[in-house]
């Protein structure tokens, strides 16, 4: 059965929270503000906090930042997510992945369905590894922000929870070579 093993320590995760938005101000972001409070109640440090135009280059370069920071583990992004013309908060993430994690997407949107229904498939909510960094992206709506930290990030970023989690393969994400192919 799944969840927390408190003979573990807590292992607090630093966390960068970036909202993509042409409109949003730090102000009147609450996407952003839902996160940052939840990540803070878990007992994780908010490392960064920023709101980028929806620019393609713009969030790369964030991103990149980011990832290139030792005091950043985490980047979960809200807002982009959709399939207007403007939202390309997902082939940002592409651009600086270098893995995939579609059971992130998968889940939330399985999650999602059972909120909102069909309205999920517009979601196209990802995550990805670059650079040893976990990168999530979700959908600018609080209550989306709230349904994928409460049901999945809150969990996977807990070092305690198990039967797994991110935390625990964090000193693993940059392995390289045959041990690393072979899985060892």
Avoid at 32 to 42: I, K, M, P, S, T
Wanted: net charge negative.
């Amino acid at each position: 059965m799944p969840g927390i093993d408190d003979s573990k320590p807590f292992l607090a995760v630093r966390i960068a929270v970036l909202t993509i938005s042409d409109s949003r101000s730090l102000d009147d972001d609450r996407s952003g503000a839902v996160l940052v409070e939840r990540v803070e109640a878990a007992g994780h440090e908010v490392a960064d906090r920023r709101i980028v135009t929806d620019d393609v280059a713009s969030i790369v370069q964030t991103l990149r930042t980011w990832i290139g920071d030792d005091g950043v583990d985490v980047v979960i992004a809200t807002g982009g997510t959709g399939v207007t013309g403007r939202d390309v908060t997902p082939e940002a993430l592409d651009e600086v992945c270098d893995k995939a994690i579609p059971g992130f997407g998968e889940l939330f949107r399985w999650l999602s369905f059972r909120k909102i229904g069909t309205s999920t498939i517009q979601s196209r909510a990802t995550a990805g590894v670059a650079g040893g960094t976990y990168l999530f992206a979700l959908p600018g709506s609080p209550g989306a922000c709230r349904d994928a930290w409460d049901d999945i990030l809150v969990h996977q970023l807990d070092y305690r929870f198990g039967p797994c989690n991110f935390v625990e393969l964090m000193p693993r994400l940059l392995e390289t070579g045959r041990a690393a192919a072979r899985g060892s």
